[in-house]
């Protein structure tokens, strides 16, 4: 059975960093891509980052570029994302997705919340 | 970036009832690969998203066949030809072929 569980998540003051974990089982993760999808309170989804299954390739959306970095290791069947200079509009529910072009499973979702 | 434009944002329909929700984008979704990424999501009340639809059109294991995805290049629809009361929740398409990777902006499924 897949799954994909997040951790590292909670309340941090504006300008402070986190890094958020997503850790995988039930498939050979290191075969797939893996997405970074986030929803603030009562809004819709918004994809924001992706990373090839070999680390070769990552992107970002315009929101998170320059402050974000998805990360991944293998050996662990974990997915990171570093968050930087975080401010009040991160403020979201984070998800972690599998697969490249077809993602399938999502993961239940961790909680960010940025305020002083 | 490609935008999809989801309508109608809401529904209120009665069990037994068909639903189509459509979901256009501002750009053509067909990969250079001759594919087109777009997969439909649901996400029921308290919960995280889950796929239905995939590759336009493919359903998901496990999802019934009330169920159809259609369309092509930058038009796209989902149906249900009966809705049931396990149905409710928001339906997002997601568009994976270019990147910023983008999703439509929701349809709230309501039972009436």
């Known amino acids: 059975e897949v799954q994909l569980v997040e951790s590292g998540g909670g309340l941090v003051k504006p300008g402070s960093s986190l890094k958020l974990s997503c850790v995988a089982s039930g498939f050979t993760f290191s075969t797939y891509g893996m997405h970074w999808i986030r929803q603030a309170p009562k809004k819709g989804l918004e994809w924001i980052a992706l990373?090839?299954?070999?680390?070769?390739?990552?992107y970002y959306a315009d929101s998170v570029k320059g402050r974000f970095t998805i990360s991944r290791d293998n050996s662990k069947n974990t997915l990171y994302l570093e968050m930087n200079s975080l401010r009040s509009e991160d403020t979201a529910m984070y998800y972690c997705a599998k697969g490249r072009y077809n993602p399938d499973y999502w993961g239940q979702g961790v909680m960010v919340t940025v305020s002083s | 970036d490609v935008v999809m434009t989801q309508t109608p944002v809401s529904l209120s329909l009665a069990i037994g009832q068909p639903a189509s929700i459509s979901c256009k984008s501002s750009q053509s979704l067909v990969h250079s690969d001759g594919k087109t990424y777009l997969s439909w999501i649901l996400q029921r009340p308290g919960q995280s998203p889950k796929r239905l639809i995939y590759l336009l059109s493919k359903l998901d294991s496990g999802v019934p066949d009330r169920f159809s995805g259609s369309g092509s290049e930058t038009e796209f629809t989902l149906k249900i030809s009966r809705v049931e009361a396990d149905d409710l929740g928001v339906y997002y398409c997601w568009q994976t072929t270019h990147f910023p990777n983008t999703f439509g902006a929701g349809t709230k499924l309501e039972l009436k």
């Open positions: 990373i090839y299954s070999d680390n070769t390739n990552k």
